[in-house]
């Protein structure tokens, strides 16, 4: 099965920027040569990784990154969106790890050498656990560590980098990990998520006022993810509590950055569920950026609730990816379409896009041609949203190895190379040749 678009689609142009994505805790492993973090904690308690694993190992990136790097040129991409380990780079004491900062230098000049544009993303969720002992993103004072660690980074690499994102998903680190607690540091609380929402829009804020200082001439930003929310029929409660359910997940990390305020709905929430913001939050909070990463997957459908203002529908009858999610490309043109309408937005960058899909190696190969229908009905699926006037730049391909796939262990392959835990052995996917011949195809 083939990847194709239209002859005339901006996206068959080499101009467009494709690439593959992946983050540091998920695939380095090298624990030894870093600080603990969140999710060392978080997989060391009971029952919060489904498989009880680890990231002590991973992908062993951290010892095959050089292999990895050959494996991504193969794949004829043109750029490579990976997440810096905040611990590998900082000691606790705030001064420089300088054996993990040359392992990303050597990692950048070598995908530099391959003529391939390295996305940095400086926060992809794995923060130091000695910062959570202090409060972690439910201190303010978190941060201003995050801006320090953002300068260290920016100076150390120098004119290596292409792109710097902030932030990975704010969203999943304050609603997940501090609100519902299924992600690490594993807290819950209604009364926590906003709070720590706050602190990471102000650290993205603060890391975009040291970039445009010290790194003016990369592309800088700051990457969401979002899950549209549809209402369950035309009944008004129902639409209702969709568009809360909208504000809540979605626009309460987006409309702060473009628009320095959250959504009306503040005003509905208990107090104690307010965010602690003091005077000049929101001016830093929106900094202006470069461009909006956006990361999709799935969509969500809500139904008014009589206990609580809305409730998610579980959809009969749906094609699901193996991680339960409906596959719902309209979505995405969808969600594109209305954040342009909505927003005065930057240059966007699909920086996540992909599935998780019930892979098995046979006789050497991985047939996956569910993930490649995929990939096709979502790749027409932001070439729509371009037709539509939204200003699109590129598209990153999640994964490009399977790995720990947070709580969910590594039961649940999104790579478009398979990996073999025992031999660490990387096998390219059916959807990974497809990407390939797909990028191959292009026009000047």
Same mark, same amino acid.
């Given at each position: ?93 705030? !001064?420089? @790890?300088?054996?993990? &900062? ?6 950048? /000049? ?5 003529? %391939? #544009? *390295? ?113 369950? !029929?035309? @009944?008004?409660?129902? &639409? ?6 909208? /504000? ?5 990390? %987006? #409309? *702060? ?134 200003? %699109? ?52």
């Amino acid at each position: 099965m083939k990847l194709t678009l239209p002859n005339n689609s901006k996206m068959n142009s080499k101009d467009f920027i494709y690439g593959v994505a992946t983050a540091s805790f998920q695939i380095e492993g090298g624990i030894d040569q870093r600080l603990p973090c969140i999710w060392d904690t978080f997989c060391s308690l009971e029952n919060s990784i489904v498989d009880a694993s680890n990231g002590d190992v991973a992908c062993d990136h951290y010892n095959k990154w050089s292999q990895d790097i050959d494996l991504i040129d193969s794949l004829a991409v043109d750029a490579y969106r990976l997440s810096i380990s905040w611990g590998r780079v900082v000691n606790e004491d705030g !001064s420089i @790890n300088e054996q993990g &900062i040359g392992f990303y230098i050597r990692l950048l /000049d070598r995908l530099i050498t391959k003529g %391939i #544009k *390295p996305f940095v993303t400086l926060y992809h969720w794995d923060l130091p656990q000695h910062l959570e002992d202090k409060g972690g993103w439910l201190n303010r004072e978190t941060a201003y560590e995050f801006q320090k660690y953002t300068e260290i980074v920016i100076q150390a690499f120098g004119n290596r980098v292409h792109s710097y994102a902030t932030l990975n998903e704010p969203f999943c680190s304050a609603y997940l990990g501090y609100e519902v607690g299924i992600h690490a540091p594993g807290i819950k609380g209604k009364e926590f998520g906003k709070k720590a929402a706050h602190h990471l829009l102000l650290a993205h804020g603060l890391g975009m006022k040291s970039l445009k200082r010290l790194s003016p001439n990369t592309l800088n930003g700051i990457v969401l993810n979002f899950t549209p929310c549809y209402p369950a !029929s035309e @009944n008004s409660d129902d &639409i209702k509590a969709a568009e809360f359910a909208d /504000d809540y997940f979605n626009q309460w990390y %987006i #409309k *702060p950055i473009f628009d320095a305020e959250y959504p009306e709905i503040l005003t509905q929430l208990p107090s104690s569920q307010h965010p602690e913001i003091i005077e000049g939050d929101l001016d830093i909070i929106s900094e202006s950026i470069d461009f909006l990463g956006i990361n999709y997957y799935t969509r969500a459908v809500y139904q008014a609730d009589e206990h609580e203002v809305f409730s998610q529908v579980s959809l009969k009858d749906v094609s699901l990816t193996d991680m339960g999610w409906e596959i719902y490309p309209q979505g995405f043109s969808d969600l594109l379409i209305s954040l342009n309408e909505k927003y005065t937005l930057p240059p966007i960058y699909i920086t996540e896009n992909g599935a998780a899909m019930p892979d098995n190696i046979i006789d050497g190969k991985v047939e996956d041609e569910h993930r490649v229908a995929y990939y096709q009905s979502h790749l027409n699926a932001v070439n729509t949203a371009i037709e539509s006037g939204v200003d %699109i730049r590129g598209y990153f391909a999640w994964s490009l190895l399977d790995n720990l796939e947070w709580a969910e262990g590594y039961l649940k392959r999104f790579g478009i190379v398979y990996v073999d835990y025992q031999s660490q052995q990387r096998t390219i996917k059916s959807s990974g040749y497809a990407y390939r011949d797909l990028l191959n195809q292009r026009t000047d």
